[in-house]
T-cell receptor, first 113, second 113 residues
Framework: GENVEQHPSTLSVQEGDSAVIKCTYS??????FPWYKQELGKGPQLIIDIRSNVGEKKDQRIAVTLNKTAKHFSLHITETQPEDSAVYFC????????????FGKGTHLIIQP | NAGVTQTPKFRVLKTGQSMTLLCAQD?????MYWYRQDPGMGLRLIHY???????AKGEVPDGYNVSRLKKQNFLLGLESAAPSQTSVYFCASSPGGSFYEQYFGPGTRLTVT
């Protein structure tokens, strides 16, 4: 099955700086890679996703890059703000099948004022 | 629209007791999922359903059963609770399987003593 590794487990950045979270996956058939943000006491919420037919996707301050050859993808947050503080999860599917996503173990992002 | 709702929000059980967690979605999604979230472990898939009347096992199905009698509801049952099942349980739904966004509920925090 799919295995997703996520680094770092904790990331502290100054407000206004950029943050980068990296993930690797094992199943070369995986073709969908979402990123979720989870605030304390809430369920995960999708912030951006990328499919295997593109290498980069951007939505305002958030971008995701995908390297299929190396089997890794990254989340980039620019101009970080206090409300970006949360736990972020990367995930990958298993070749487009019906079963669920495989998640990384999460990154606790802390924005220092 | 309420999206994905979960009942109850919190529950404390004694070892050996049983209970059912209810997930409901009002988005007419075919696919529904149950995950558990443990500290440092990310989210792991317990069971999933690709439509009314169907269920399938995920990564960690032991000790759990599920039913999908109605399209909008997905029930997770614990027949004989164990302390190892202390966790936060999340339900999710999706319009088209693991190639599409999954929408998560707010979670149920279960403690087994």
């Amino acid at each position: 099955g799919e295995n997703v590794e996520q680094h770092p487990s904790t990331l502290s950045v100054q407000e206004g700086d950029s943050a980068v979270i990296k993930c690797t996956y094992s199943d070369s058939a995986s073709n969908y890679f979402p990123w979720y943000k989870q605030e304390l006491g809430k369920g995960p919420q999708l912030i951006i996703d990328i499919r295997s037919n593109v290498g980069e996707k951007k939505d305002q301050r958030i971008a995701v890059t995908l390297n299929k050859t190396a089997k890794h993808f990254s989340l980039h947050i620019t101009e970080t703000q206090p409300e970006d503080s949360a736990v972020y999860f990367c995930a990958a599917n298993s070749g487009g099948g019906a079963d669920g996503l495989t998640f990384g173990k999460g990154t606790h992002l802390i924005i220092q004022p | 629209n309420a999206g994905v709702t979960q009942t109850p929000k919190f529950r404390v059980l004694k070892t050996g007791q049983s209970m059912t967690l209810l997930c409901a979605q009002d988005m007419n999604h075919e696919y529904m999922y149950w995950y558990r979230q443990d500290p440092g472990m990310g989210l792991r898939l317990i069971h999933y359903s690709v439509g009314e009347g169907t269920t399938a096992k995920g990564e960690v199905p032991d000790g759990y059963n599920v039913s999908r009698l109605k399209k909008q509801n997905f029930l997770l049952g614990l027949e004989s609770a164990a302390p190892s099942q202390t966790s936060v349980y999340f339900c999710a739904s999706s319009p088209g399987g693991s190639f599409y966004e999954q929408y998560f509920g707010p979670g149920t925090r279960l403690t087994v003593t």
